[in-house]
C-alpha cells in the first residue's frame, strides 16, 4: 500500500487522541502530520507520543495537539533530492531513528504539507515517490510468552526484526526464553497477567499485543475451575481492556480448534459453524472470544486465531500432546499406544503455529480486525489412528499397541482455507518432520527423562496445588 495523498496522513491539531489513533492504524504509519485550522503545518506526532501521553493522563478525547511535537524534522519542497543531509539536523535525526530504521519527513512549502519522504539516518531520501506505508509495529508483547508455543514465537518474532517483551509467571519454569536474556531486544517480565499493574507496565512502549497466557488443555483446566476462570477468561478480558484504553490497538488472541468440540457429522468445520465445547478450556475460550469482539470498535481491533493441536520441539517443551508423546514412547518403549483410533483431529506444527501470529501482524490491520481464524492445515486432519502411523514410520522399532478404550470424546475436522485466502498462509512442517525432531532430540539426550513433572501442563498444575494444600 502507499499513500499517493498526503491527506491520508494529515490531521487537524484539535482531532482526539482516539480519532488520530484511528487514523494511524488505517494507513499503517504510525505517523501523522499536524495542521492549524488555517491548513499550516504545526509539527507532527507518533503513537508512541500518543500512548505515553495516555499513561500520563490524558484523556483519549485529548487534542492531538497536545502531544505534538512541534520541533519536528522537515524538509522544505525545493530541498528535496537524493542527498539531503545538508538541509537536515542529522543529529536529530539519528536520535528518532534507530540503526535500522527511515524516518518519515513531512515534504513543507510556505507553512503547507505537500507531501512525505521517507529518510536513513544518514540523510538520505530513500523513496522518491511517495512513502510506503508499512509494518508501524515495532515492540510485540508476547503474555504467556514463555510457554510452549510462545518461546517459540518469540525468537520468530525476534528473527522477523521484532522487539518481544514477554509477560509470564513462569509457571513452569523459564527455560523456554532463559537463552535469549542476551538479546537486547528481549525483555522478560516475570509478572502475572491478572494483576492490572504488571499489565499496565507490560505494555508500556509496545504496538501490539500477542495474548497467549492460559491454563492450557482440557486436563489442566480441569484441575481448579475458579484458577482457570481466572486464567483464561478474566486476565484476558482485563488486558484488552487495559490495551484498548492505552491505544494498543491489536490484540492477538490464541483461541482453540477444541471448542468444535464433538461433531457427529464430520464436516469440515469453519469459522462461522457451530461451536460444541465439551470441556472448560474451550467454554472459556468461546467466552474470552465473544468478550474481545464484543470490545472492538475503530480502535481495538482484536483477532483470534484458533489453533489446531499443536506438536513439534519447543524451548519449553511439552511431552502431553499426541504427536510429541507418541514420539517419546514410541523411542523409550518401543510402542505407540493408540486409544480410540477413530477420532479426528486438526494438527499444526508449533513453528507454523508461530508463523500464523506473524502473518497476522504484518497484515494490514483492516484485514484482520475482528476476524477469526482457524490455523492449520486441511492436509494435516488425520484421526488418531493415522497420526500413531505417521510416527511409527519414523520409529519402525516400535509397534502400534491399540486400547479400544477412549477417554476423549472431541471429534472433529477443521477447515482452514480462510487464513490460506486471506493471508497467504500455509503450513511447512509435517507430523513427520516433528516426530523426526523428536527422535533426534531424544537420542541426543536433551529429554533423558520425558515423564518428568515440567513436561505436562497436568502433571504441573497438579504439583503446585497438591504443594499449595500441604
Partial sequence: MTLDNPNDMTVSADASLAETMRTMDRVGTGFVAVVNDDGRFRGTAT????????????????AIAEVTTEDSVVLNAEDVSGDVSGRLDLE???????DHETLIVPVVSEGHVLGFEQVDRNGRVVSNQSVEAGRNVETVLVIGGAGYIGSVLSRELLSAGYDVRVLDMLLYGRQGVEDLADDDRFTLMEGDMRSIADVTEAIRGVDAVIHLGA???????????????EMNLHAVRLAA????????????????????????????????????????????????????????????????????????????????????????KAHDEGRIPI???????????????????IACLEAPIQDVSSEVFNVGSNAQNYRVEEIGEMVSEVFPDATIDHQPENEDDRSYRVDFSKI???????????????????????????????????????????SELDAAES
Avoid at 486409544?339 to 501470529?357: E, K, L, S, W
Fill in 92 to 98: 536529530e535525526l539519528r536520535r528518532r531513528t534507530s
Fill in 215 to 229: 491454563l492450557v488443555g482440557d486436563p489442566a483446566s480441569s484441575i481448579d475451575a475458579q484458577k482457570t476462570l
Fill in 420 to 462: 490460506h485466502d486471506r493471508l497467504d498462509y500455509e503450513v511447512r512442517r509435517t507430523i513427520p518432520d516433528a516426530a523426526r525432531e523428536i527422535k533426534q532430540a531424544l537420542a541426543e539426550g536433551r529429554f533423558p527423562d520425558y515423564t518428568k513433572t515440567r513436561y505436562s501442563n497436568y502433571k504441573t498444575l497438579e
Fill in 47 to 62: 503513537d508512541g507520543d500518543i500512548r505515553r501521553g495516555i499513561l500520563d493522563g490524558l484523556d483519549l478525547d485529548t
Fill in 241 to 328: 481492556g487495559i490495551c484498548k484504553y492505552h491505544q494498543v490497538n491489536r490484540f492477538l488472541f490464541a483461541s482453540t480448534c477444541s471448542v468444535y468440540g464433538l461433531d457427529e457429522e464430520n464436516e469440515l468445520l469453519t469459522e462461522t459453524s457451530e461451536l460444541n465445547p465439551v470441556s472448560l478450556y474451550a467454554q472459556t475460550k468461546i467466552d474470552s472470544e465473544e468478550a474481545l469482539l464484543d470490545m472492538a470498535d475503530g480502535n481495538f481491533s482484536p483477532t483470534i486465531l484458533r489453533m489446531a493441536t499443536i506438536y513439534g520441539l519447543s524451548p519449553r517443551m511439552r511431552f502431553d500432546l499426541v504427536v510429541n508423546i507418541l514420539s517419546a
Fill in 339 to 357: 486409544f480410540g483410533g477413530d477420532q479426528y483431529r486438526p494438527n499444526v506444527h508449533v513453528a507454523d503455529a508461530a508463523r500464523a501470529y
